[in-house]
T-cell receptor, first 113, second 114 residues
């Protein structure tokens, strides 16, 4: 059964730092991997989607990588800002029909000014 | 503007009441989902639909039911709410094609059953 783990569970950094969030998954047979952002009490916003054939995706200050063979993905945030404070969720789309995304518990990021 | 909506955003009700959580999307997506999320925990899929008249149970056992009579509408119903149903409920939608689709999420309904 596919399991998704995110480390660390929480992270506090001063403004301006570059940081890396980690995500690991147990079954490499996936369609894609996605990173989402969730603000307190809100829904999820899709940040980046990496297809199984891709190695990385970039959007602004965000860069996500995917190593399917080792079951790992990282989300790199450059020059962090207080507005980046949120919970970041990693989710994999398994190949089995009839299922939806499988989520990790998330990393809660706090960026202080 | 294409979007996905959930109502109500917050709901506090007594045990035994019947409730319906509404979800609508204007993107013409075929697939829709309901997730349940407890504080600090993962999202768990409770129901999904491939299109009109299609409904399936997800990985997490739930006492709720869903219907899909129209493409844009995917309501979730609890016939008799209990305190164990207290949680956040998130609705999402996506295109049918795997591999390239992303899921779009609504703002969520935070349900408290007293």
């Amino acid at each position: 059964k596919q399991e998704v783990t995110q480390i660390p569970a929480a992270l506090s950094v001063p403004e301006g730092e570059n940081l890396v969030l980690n995500c690991s998954f147990t079954d490499s047979a996936i369609y894609n991997l996605q990173w989402f952002r969730q603000d307190p009490g809100k829904g999820l916003t899709s940040l980046l989607l990496i297809q199984s054939s891709q190695r990385e995706q970039t959007s602004g200050r965000l860069n996500a990588s995917l190593d399917k063979s080792s079951g790992r993905s990282t989300l790199y945030i450059a020059a962090s800002q207080p507005g980046d404070s949120a919970t970041y969720l990693c989710a994999v789309d398994p190949r089995e029909a009839g299922t939806a995304l499988i989520f990790g518990k998330g990393t809660t990021l706090s960026v202080s000014s | 503007e294409a979007d996905i909506y959930q109502t109500p955003r917050y709901l506090v009700i007594g045990t035994g009441k019947k409730i319906t959580l509404e979800c609508s999307q204007t993107m013409g997506h075929d697939k829709m989902y309901w997730y349940q999320q407890d504080p600090g925990m993962e999202l768990h899929l409770i129901h999904y639909s491939y299109g009109v008249n299609s409904t399936e149970k997800g990985d997490l056992s739930s006492e709720s039911t869903v219907s899909r009579i129209r493409t844009e509408h995917f309501p979730l119903t609890l016939e008799s709410a209990r305190p164990s149903h207290t949680s956040q409920y998130l609705c999402a939608s996506s295109e049918l094609a795997p591999n390239v689709h992303t899921q779009y999420f609504g703002p969520g309904t935070r349900l408290t059953v007293l």
